[in-house]
T-cell receptor, first 113, second 113 residues
Framework: AQTVTQSQPEMSVQEAETVTLSCTYD???????LFWYKQPPSRQMILVIR??????QNATENRFSVNFQKAAKSFSLKISDSQLGDAAMYFC??????????FGTGTRLKVLA | GAGVSQTPSNKVTEKGKYVELRCDPI?????LYWYRQSLGQGPEFLIY????????DSGLPNDRFFAVRPEGSVSTLKIQRTERGDSAVYLC???????????FGPGTRLLVL
């Protein structure tokens, strides 16, 4: 069975600072994909970043980057220069050969002015 | 182009009634997913369509839930004899294919009284 675990229900960061959100996963597949999604209060889920498991290089998107540790099955999200608009629920997700996407329980990020 | 749309945005119904929730995916996306999201939780997989066929319906909680996608585009999630425990946000997502980014709709908030 595939699982995704987010152990931080809530995190806070000062505006302009850096924060890291944790995610661990488990799958027996060798070919899989990992995602971070953002869900603001408007509830529309938006992709933040995507990582293919076969790629060694960590994905980056502007202020967002991941630390993908395949052996440890860890996929953390780093947000640099945090902005007030980054405040949202963040979900880690996994998909592999079954086509099913498994989501974690989420981390609520608060950005303090 | 247009994103994923869902109608209605909110639905209030009485226990025992029948409801239909509609999803219009992004044009050309062959994969379509339905999720249920309870308060404070991540999206929970319900069913996945590849084209017109339900490739994986293992997430449907019981036989009161049914979904169709007759022409490989629009999908309808149908819930019979609704129960209070069915109250949640129902999310739809589409993607071009396996491992690709899912694009989510804004969701339908269902409240069963």
């Amino acid at each position: 069975a595939q699982t995704v675990t987010q152990s931080q229900p809530e995190m806070s960061v000062q505006e302009a600072e850096t924060v890291t959100l944790s995610c661990t996963y488990d799958t027996s597949e060798s070919d899989y994909y990992l995602f971070w999604y953002k869900q603001p209060p408007s509830r529309q889920m938006i992709l933040v970043i995507r990582q293919e498991a076969y790629k060694q290089q960590n994905a980056t998107e502007n202020r967002f980057s991941v630390n993908f540790q395949k052996a440890a099955k860890s996929f953390s999200l780093k947000i640099s220069d945090s902005q007030l608009g980054d405040a949202a629920m963040y979900f880690c997700a996994l998909t592999s050969g079954t086509y099913k996407y498994i989501f974690g329980t989420g981390t609520r990020l608060k950005v303090l002015a | 182009g247009a994103g994923v749309s869902q109608t209605p945005s909110n639905k209030v119904t009485e226990k025992g009634k029948y409801v239909e929730l509609r999803c219009d995916p992004i044009s050309g996306h062959t994969a379509l997913y339905w999720y249920r999201q309870s308060l404070g939780q991540g999206p929970e997989f319900l069913i996945y369509f590849q084209g017109t066929g339900a490739a994986d319906d293992s997430g449907l909680p019981n036989d009161r839930f049914f979904a169709v996608r007759p022409e490989g585009s629009v999908s309808t999630l149908k819930i019979q004899r609704t129960e209070r425990g069915d109250s949640a946000v129902y999310l739809c997502a589409s993607s071009p294919g396996r491992g690709e980014t899912q694009y989510f709709g804004p969701g339908t908030r269902l409240l069963v009284l």
